[in-house]
């Protein structure tokens, strides 16, 4: 393709001024700066937000200025830490991105020049070498050797060869050889820009949000229900108009768990910055709970399960064959021969690939050893490496003397080395299926049929297989000819699974979330991966998403899918109900991050388009760190239950004890100042030193919670009611023995009720007795001094109506009050509810699904999150 009307010659300066001008810097479709007012907004449509705003209404309404005060200081504190993490995450990625900018060198004026990728424009006359970042989509106009890696964009792990007229994407990568290019499409036009501009606006809500907004308009409506038979109970007995209005609208207000907010804000904050420290940038503070509540982990291979560069794992030779372990390029590996054979029987196949052969391999200032070069041959050069041959004195002692390069016409390469003696030995590597035939090679053809059939083995099992053929000609030829060869043996490789890989896989299935593969790569290939990680068993359905099975909703193997393709299964699954999390590096992984729940990306090796499009962002790329979100999580998920059951609980106490004191001779038990103080002190930094309470033990070896089930489900309003039972009967016990007896029942109330509710919260904890998360402790001393200065100081006496307590009655109320913690700790031995455990390991296969989720719904406050 042309786009000049001459020759390749390049574009001049002030052309390609003009075209950075008229058709824009060559950049992918920009997300505009988020203003600091939309992110103030944006946290402020949490439905939590509104309800506290409207709890604030309340008590400006009953002037409570306090109170209010309290309310706003939560919203304000939420709202401010939602945005500063957001800021900060962003400062965070756009550092990893200046990191990894890209520059170019184009031909200007008729010389070559280094320019910043942005600025190269539509017409500009590219130069690659080994190494070079393509920019900008392009068509090859001269090449020699030219091999590009397009994992980024294709998820495919082999390199491409690229000859005169072959197109190329923007964001691959040029791994061997040289070559010019002429720029046919920049920015959006190009392949990065039109898989960028796939990516929407991500679902508004998350689960978590989802689920408090459910729980915030329940809460709403009976709290309102319930406060209005109050009022009407209260007017009905003759109470002043005025006091009822006010205590009705101090009910509402007491109803309402005001800290919540705040709780979730700092479980979220809390696991953010756990996350921070093991390299983990959470770019949206949702992203940490969304990942607790995940059912399926959806990972791309290349650069993610695996580790994005190829590894010879066996030789075979018509004497046997070997298996190679070891990862990388380092020379660290054991060569295991089969029965009959010896490591030493393998040297030549080992010494012909490593001759045949550009690539070279060196140590980076870290030490670790690297690759210049196809990784194909340096895959080569490293098991050379590991039967102890070293490529360099190889080389030295059989000097090249010819060669014919590899090109994808050939799908060979063939290479002339001189001897010691003086004779010349050529080399052939290739494509099976090209070199396993005569006239190329003279072998039998028995021994050709046998060789082929072990190579498709190889390639159905999922890896590269290259043959190697060699002969050995007298003096030296004028030219390479590939005559007389005879084959040597086959070499097997693929792109291996990163180490941790393995361990992240098995702990999502001990967690019970369904790990997922979904790649561009080979089907084969795939399946290979799959397999040995556990995805799936050998048996197990993968999807070819060229053919008729592409939507298979079964599959837990999507093979060749586009980014189209990965979009769609994303959604597919989605609508299904599930909570999916989507990991990936490349540029083809972008829109699928984008419309997962949570879009996790690769750090290092990942590209712009993916980290832009995650919630969350591996700075190691490590996949385990995904687990370890899964579990944070989790313990924030906990968190907010048990924080549910403390806060709630104790404001359904407070109402039943307005609604049931007058029944039981008390006209009005608590006046609307003291319901408020009450409010006030266990809402208050009790309630949110729960939010800081640590993961419980083995919250990782139950499935995870039903997408659909509310945040008050799986038991947890029938242990709101039982608690809050306990603390209206203490309450009332308490005042109506009081009043028997003359003493000052309302203040006796006033304290029975407040210290109960404390009880509660300390026996919410995770662990009791445990030196984990010492606020706690220290927030419930400090509401207890005040409950107490509500009795004794007189400023606060006069404010709150009531009046101070005989040493002996203090201590009655003090000891019944410990019936609040007893309630919470006595309620897991009566109702321990049924544990919510994940099928061993190998109970349903790898490919299989887990077991109904149905089957397994329990109390999972109880048993795994937490034990509110």
Same mark, same amino acid.
Request: with cysteine; aromatic share 2%; charged share 20%.
């Given at each position: 393709?042309?786009?000049?009307?001459?020759?390749?010659?390049?574009?001049?300066?002030?052309?390609?001024?003009?075209?950075?001008?008229?058709?824009?810097?060559?950049?992918?479709?920009?997300?505009?700066?988020?203003?600091?007012?939309?992110?103030?907004?944006?946290?402020?449509?949490?439905?939590? #937000?509104?309800?506290?705003?409207?709890?604030?209404?309340?008590?400006?309404?009953?002037?409570?200025?306090?109170?209010?005060? &309290?309310?706003?200081?939560?919203?304000?504190?939420?709202?401010?830490?939602?945005? &500063?993490?957001?800021?900060?995450?962003?400062?965070?990625?756009?550092?990893?991105?200046?990191?990894?900018?890209?520059?170019?060198?184009?031909?200007r004026?008729?010389?070559?020049?280094?320019?910043?990728?942005?600025?190269?424009?539509?017409?500009?006359?590219?130069?690659?070498?080994?190494?070079?970042?393509?920019?900008?989509?392009?068509?090859?106009?001269?090449?020699?050797?030219?091999l590009?890696?397009?994992?980024?964009?294709?998820?495919?792990?082999?390199?491409?060869?690229?000859?005169?007229?072959?197109?190329?994407?923007?964001? $691959?990568?040029?791994v061997?050889?040289?070559?010019?290019?002429?720029?046919?499409?920049?920015?959006?036009?190009?392949?990065?820009?039109?898989?960028?501009?796939?990516?929407g606006?991500?679902?508004?809500?998350?689960?978590?949000q989802?689920?408090?907004?459910g729980?915030?308009?329940?809460?709403?409506?009976?709290?309102?229900?319930?406060?209005a038979?109050?009022?009407?109970?209260g007017?009905?007995?003759?109470?002043?108009?005025?006091?009822?209005?006010?205590?009705?609208i101090?009910?509402?207000?007491?109803?309402?768990p005001?800290?919540?907010?705040?709780?979730?804000?700092?479980?979220?904050?809390?696991?953010?910055?756990r996350?921070t420290?093991?390299?983990?940038?959470?770019?949206?503070?949702?992203?940490?709970?969304?990942?607790?509540?995940?059912?399926?982990?959806?990972?791309?291979?290349t650069?993610?399960?695996?580790?994005g560069?190829?590894?010879?794992?066996?030789?075979?030779?018509?004497?046997?064959?070997?298996?190679?372990?070891?990862?990388?390029?380092?020379?660290?590996?054991?060569?295991?021969?089969?029965?009959?054979?010896?490591?030493?029987?393998? !040297?030549?196949?080992? !010494?012909?690939?490593?001759?045949?052969n550009?690539?070279?391999?060196?140590?980076?200032?870290?030490?670790?050893?690297?690759?210049?070069?196809?990784?194909?041959?340096?895959?080569?050069?490293?098991?050379?490496?590991?039967?102890?041959?070293?490529?360099?004195?190889?080389r030295?002692?059989?000097?090249?003397?010819?060669?014919?390069?590899?090109?994808?016409?050939?799908k060979?390469?063939?290479?002339?080395?001189?001897?010691?003696?003086?004779?010349?030995?050529? #080399?052939c590597?290739?494509?099976?299926?090209?070199l396993?035939?005569?006239p190329?090679?003279?072998?039998?053809?028995?021994?050709?049929?046998?060789?082929?059939?072990?190579?498709?083995?190889?390639?159905?099992?999922?890896?590269?297989?290259?043959?190697?053929?060699?002969?050995?000609?007298?003096?030296?030829?004028?030219?390479?000819?590939?005559?007389?060869?005879?084959?040597?043996?086959?070499?097997?490789?693929?792109?291996?699974?990163?180490?941790?890989?393995? $361990?992240?896989?098995?702990?999502?299935?001990?967690?019970?979330?369904?790990?997922?593969?979904?790649?561009?790569?080979?089907?084969?290939t795939?399946?290979?991966?799959?397999?040995?990680?556990? #995805?799936?068993?050998?048996?197990?359905?993968?999807?070819?998403?060229?053919?008729?099975?592409?939507?298979?909703?079964?599959?837990?193997?999507?093979?060749?899918?586009?980014?189209a393709?990965?979009?769609?299964?994303?959604?597919?699954?989605?609508?299904?109900?599930?909570?999916?999390?989507?990991?990936?590096?490349?540029?083809?992984?972008?829109?699928?991050?984008?419309?997962?729940?949570?879009?996790?990306?690769?750090?290092?090796?990942?590209t712009?388009?993916?980290?832009?499009?995650a919630?969350?962002?591996?700075?190691?790329?490590?996949?385990?760190?995904?687990?370890?979100?899964?579990?944070?999580?989790?313990r924030?998920?906990?968190?907010?239950?048990?924080?549910?059951?403390?806060?709630?609980?104790?404001?359904?106490?407070? #109402?039943?004890?307005?609604?049931?004191?007058?029944?039981?001779?008390?006209?009005?038990?608590?006046?609307?100042?003291?319901?408020?103080?009450?409010?006030?002190?266990?809402?208050?930094?009790p309630?949110?030193?729960?939010?800081?309470?640590?993961?419980?033990?083995?919250?990782?070896?139950?499935?995870p919670?039903?997408?659909?089930?509310?945040?008050?489900?799986?038991?947890?309003?029938?242990?709101?009611?039982?608690?809050?039972?306990?603390?209206?009967?203490?309450t009332?016990?308490?005042?109506?023995?009081?009043?028997? !007896?003359?003493?000052?029942?309302?203040?006796?109330?006033?304290?029975?009720?407040? $210290?109960?509710?404390?009880?509660?919260?300390?026996?919410?904890?995770?662990?009791?007795?445990?030196?984990?998360?010492?606020?706690?402790?220290?927030?419930?001393?400090?509401?207890?001094?005040?409950?107490?200065?509500?009795?004794?100081?007189?400023?606060?006496?006069?404010?709150?109506?009531?009046?101070?307590?005989?040493?002996?009655?203090?201590?009655?109320?003090?000891?019944?009050?410990?019936?609040?913690?007893?309630?919470?700790?006595?309620?897991?031995?009566?109702?321990?509810?049924?544990?919510?455990?994940?099928?061993p390991?190998?109970?349903?296969?790898?490919?299989?699904?887990?077991?109904?989720?149905?089957?397994?719904?329990?109390?999972?406050?109880?048993?795994?999150?937490?034990?509110?």
């Amino acid at each position: 393709m042309k786009t000049r009307g001459f020759e390749h010659h390049g574009l001049s300066t002030r052309e390609a001024a003009v075209l950075l001008k008229r058709e824009g810097p060559n950049l992918p479709p920009q997300q505009p700066p988020t203003p600091l007012w939309r992110r103030i907004a944006r946290q402020m449509k949490d439905p939590l #937000i509104l309800v506290l705003l409207v709890a604030a209404a309340l008590t400006a309404a009953t002037r409570d200025w306090a109170d209010m005060s &309290v309310i706003l200081l939560v919203v304000v504190v939420n709202t401010t830490v939602g945005v &500063v993490q957001e800021v900060r995450a962003d400062r965070a990625i756009t550092a990893l991105s200046r990191l990894t900018a890209p520059s170019a060198r184009v031909v200007r004026d008729g010389a070559q020049a280094p320019v910043p990728a942005a600025e190269v424009v539509r017409g500009d006359l590219l130069v690659l070498a080994e190494g070079d970042v393509i920019p900008a989509d392009a068509v090859v106009v001269e090449s020699a050797g030219l091999l590009v890696d397009e994992s980024a964009l294709t998820g495919e792990s082999v390199s491409i060869d690229k000859g005169d007229g072959d197109p190329l994407s923007a964001g $691959t990568m040029v791994v061997r050889g040289r070559g010019q290019a002429e720029v046919t499409a920049v920015g959006a036009a190009s392949a990065v820009g039109r898989i960028a501009s796939m990516m929407g606006e991500k679902a508004a809500l998350t689960p978590l949000q989802r689920r408090l907004a459910g729980v915030g308009r329940v809460l709403a409506a009976v709290a309102v229900a319930l406060c209005a038979l109050v009022l009407a109970l209260g007017l009905l007995r003759g109470q002043p108009v005025e006091l009822m209005v006010v205590t009705a609208i101090s009910l509402v207000v007491a109803a309402v768990p005001e800290s919540l907010p705040a709780v979730v804000t700092l479980s979220l904050a809390l696991g953010a910055r756990r996350m921070t420290t093991r390299s983990a940038l959470v770019r949206r503070l949702h992203a940490v709970e969304t990942l607790g509540s995940v059912t399926l982990l959806a990972t791309d291979k290349t650069g993610t399960l695996t580790e994005g560069r190829m590894v010879v794992r066996q030789m075979w030779t018509p004497a046997g064959e070997a298996l190679l372990t070891g990862s990388g390029y380092a020379p660290e590996g054991e060569i295991r021969p089969s029965p009959g054979t010896t490591a030493a029987d393998f !040297t030549d196949l080992a !010494t012909a690939a490593a001759l045949c052969n550009d690539a070279t391999l060196v140590r980076d200032a870290d030490g670790r050893w690297e690759a210049l070069g196809d990784p194909t041959e340096a895959a080569l050069l490293a098991a050379a490496a590991k039967l102890g041959l070293d490529h360099a004195e190889l080389r030295r002692r059989f000097p090249r003397v010819g060669e014919l390069p590899f090109d994808s016409d050939r799908k060979r390469m063939t290479t002339a080395h001189r001897l010691p003696d003086g004779r010349t030995r050529v #080399i052939c590597k290739g494509a099976p299926e090209v070199l396993l035939h005569p006239p190329l090679l003279g072998d039998a053809p028995e021994s050709l049929e046998r060789a082929a059939a072990e190579a498709d083995r190889l390639a159905r099992a999922g890896y590269r297989v290259l043959a190697v053929a060699r002969a050995d000609l007298d003096g030296t030829p004028a030219r390479v000819e590939e005559r007389g060869l005879r084959l040597i043996g086959l070499v097997a490789m693929l792109d291996p699974p990163r180490r941790e890989a393995a $361990t992240a896989v098995t702990a999502c299935r001990r967690a019970g979330i369904r790990p997922l593969l979904i790649t561009g790569d080979h089907p084969g290939t795939a399946r290979a991966i799959a397999v040995e990680l556990g #995805i799936v068993d050998h048996d197990g359905l993968v999807a070819d998403c060229r053919e008729k099975d592409a939507h298979r909703q079964d599959a837990t193997v999507y093979a060749r899918a586009t980014p189209a393709q990965k979009l769609d299964i994303i959604r597919r699954l989605r609508d299904r109900g599930e909570v999916l999390a989507m990991t990936g590096d490349g540029v083809n992984d972008g829109p699928a991050l984008r419309q997962a729940d949570i879009g996790v990306a690769m750090g290092l090796r990942g590209t712009e388009v993916a980290r832009q499009a995650a919630d969350l962002v591996l700075a190691d790329d490590n996949l385990t760190t995904v687990v370890a979100a899964v579990q944070e999580g989790r313990r924030v998920y906990a968190n907010i239950r048990r924080f549910l059951v403390y806060g709630l609980s104790g404001g359904a106490a407070e #109402i039943a004890v307005m609604l049931l004191g007058p029944f039981l001779g008390l006209p009005l038990p608590l006046l609307p100042a003291q319901i408020l103080w009450i409010n006030l002190l266990t809402h208050g930094l009790p309630g949110v030193a729960l939010g800081g309470e640590p993961a419980t033990p083995g919250s990782m070896d139950a499935p995870p919670r039903p997408p659909r089930e509310s945040i008050l489900g799986a038991g947890l309003w029938q242990r709101v009611v039982r608690i809050a039972a306990v603390l209206t009967a203490v309450t009332l016990g308490v005042a109506v023995w009081a009043a028997h !007896t003359g003493r000052p029942w309302q203040s006796m109330a006033f304290l029975a009720l407040g $210290t109960a509710q404390l009880g509660v919260a300390l026996g919410s904890r995770t662990r009791p007795g445990t030196r984990a998360n010492p606020l706690l402790p220290i927030a419930v001393a400090g509401a207890l001094a005040l409950q107490l200065a509500g009795l004794y100081l007189p400023p606060l006496r006069d404010l709150l109506g009531t009046r101070p307590l005989a040493a002996g009655d203090l201590v009655i109320v003090l000891a019944v009050s410990v019936l609040g913690y007893a309630a919470v700790r006595l309620d897991r031995v009566v109702h321990p509810g049924h544990r919510r455990r994940s099928a061993p390991l190998g109970t349903f296969g790898p490919g299989a699904a887990p077991p109904p989720r149905g089957a397994m719904e329990t109390d999972q406050s109880l048993s795994q999150e937490g034990k509110p």
